[in-house]
């Protein structure tokens, strides 16, 4: 099989470095040598071991002997278009571009089942956890209800660095970026968008219809203050960024946001840069998928497995993908009840103490005039009825839902 990749970036050369190293394992697995014959980036390589570089394009497009091609340029300029004209020529293409995907996975999915080749990208969501395969093949006879996950690794690290080391939310990003483990414009990360994509593409899989991620509403974690933290773990809670989605009889609830997650839920323990996704289903009960959610080798190792899925089903397409869902399937996550954790300035928090609601002050000057409520399930119309009423004229100086509550 000869391949291409188009982009030698961190994952790029991670996939070279895989196919080039372990030639004789992935034969054993494919039942075919890979033969890397183009490698597509604008930049210049001279002490690269691969001699096959170019900044054309068409000379992958226009190449017969090229089946596969591996897209990891990442962004939709130009990998829609490229991966759109690969897919059109009958080549199988492979990528981690969660972005592409959860825009134009619908339209790119469709061509390949009508090119009878396919278009496969599990290391999409989880770096190199394999999450995708399950959802199609491992998990399809069962009736999937939830989708749970810790899908951002940097927002996980900077979390984790809050909590355990008292780290504020700048320090903890400072550390970050200075690991390599943030973008210098860390935005997609903090904000949630990262998280956003990678759940819409779950959440599609997992129930069959398209979710678009620009529809979701996502709030990230700049907010998250060491006050925050302090109260979640009194309560017996860990704070977390997670995308997560629920199918009902007539669509599905989708979000990203941080929530306080008690300490004996799955998900509360994934620490660091550790990615982990929580899958639910009538007769299944709870599946967990645990590991490191991105870096070149573990994502490079996704891409690759792709590769060696598409060489032993040559010739033949993979059914996978999603159908177009009516309008009104994304349901407004807003009439999702949660319960609520709310910071609130001042110290006179006795009428609060009542059925449904807890109520904590902790000690020290920082919180001297401040307390915490723990409300009961309430959706967010609810929330503001709640504070229009109760905390009217009070400062509200954080507002984190709950989750497994």
């Not at 059109?88 to 390949?112: P, S």
């Not at 009902?248 to 946001?257: Q, S």
């Not at 994934?270 to 870096?295: C, K, P, Q, S, T």
């Not at 349901?331 to 999702?336: G, L, P, S, Y």
Request: hydrophobic share 40%.
């Amino acid at each position: 099989m000869k391949i291409a990749i188009m982009g030698f970036g961190v994952v790029g050369s991670g996939i070279g470095e895989i196919v080039s190293s372990s030639q004789e394992s992935l034969k054993r697995k494919c039942g075919e040598d890979i033969e890397i014959v183009k490698i597509l980036d604008l930049r210049d390589f001279p002490d690269s071991k691969f001699k096959c570089f170019t900044k054309d394009f068409n000379d992958i497009l226009n190449d017969p002997e090229i089946e596969l091609v591996a897209e990891v340029m990442g962004g939709t300029k130009p990998a829609y278009d490229f991966t759109k004209q690969l897919l059109l020529a009958g080549k199988n293409v492979v990528t981690y571009n969660k972005e592409l995907v959860a825009k134009h996975g619908t339209e790119l999915l469709e061509i390949a089942k009508e090119k009878n080749v396919n278009y496969l990208f599990e290391a999409s969501v989880g770096g190199g956890i394999p999450i995708i395969r399950p959802l199609y093949s491992s998990l399809v006879s069962n009736e999937l209800t939830d989708v749970i996950g810790i899908l951002n690794g940097t927002t996980n690290y900077i979390l984790t660095k809050m909590i355990k080391d008292g780290e504020t939310f700048d320090v903890a990003l400072k550390g970050a970026q200075e690991n390599g483990y943030a973008e210098k414009d860390p935005t997609a990360d903090v904000e949630g968008h990262d998280t956003c994509r990678k759940i819409a593409i779950l959440a599609s899989l997992a129930f069959g219809k398209y979710v678009n991620s620009e529809d979701i509403q996502t709030e990230g974690i700049t907010k998250i203050t060491l006050q925050d933290v302090a109260y979640a773990n009194e309560f017996g809670g860990v704070i977390k960024l997670v995308g997560m989605a629920e199918k009902t009889e007539d669509g599905v609830y989708a979000r990203v946001c941080p929530v306080i997650l008690k300490k004996d839920h799955p998900l509360s323990g994934i620490d660091d840069v550790f990615n982990g996704i929580l899958v639910r289903g009538e007769g299944l009960g709870d599946v967990m998928f645990y590991g490191r959610g991105a870096g070149s080798l573990p994502t490079a190792s996704a891409v690759v497995s792709d590769i060696v899925e598409i060489i032993k089903h040559k010739g033949s397409h993979i059914v996978l993908g999603w159908v177009n869902g009516e309008d009104g399937y994304l349901k407004n996550a807003n009439d999702q009840a949660f319960r609520f954790y709310i910071r609130v300035k001042g110290s006179d928090s006795a009428e609060f103490c009542r059925e449904g609601f807890n109520v904590i002050a902790l000690d020290g000057d920082e919180y001297a005039d401040e307390f915490a409520i723990f409300t009961p399930k309430m959706t967010a119309a609810e929330l503001e009825e709640f504070k229009s009423s109760s905390l009217s004229g009070r400062d509200i100086l954080g507002t984190i839902r709950l989750v497994n509550e």
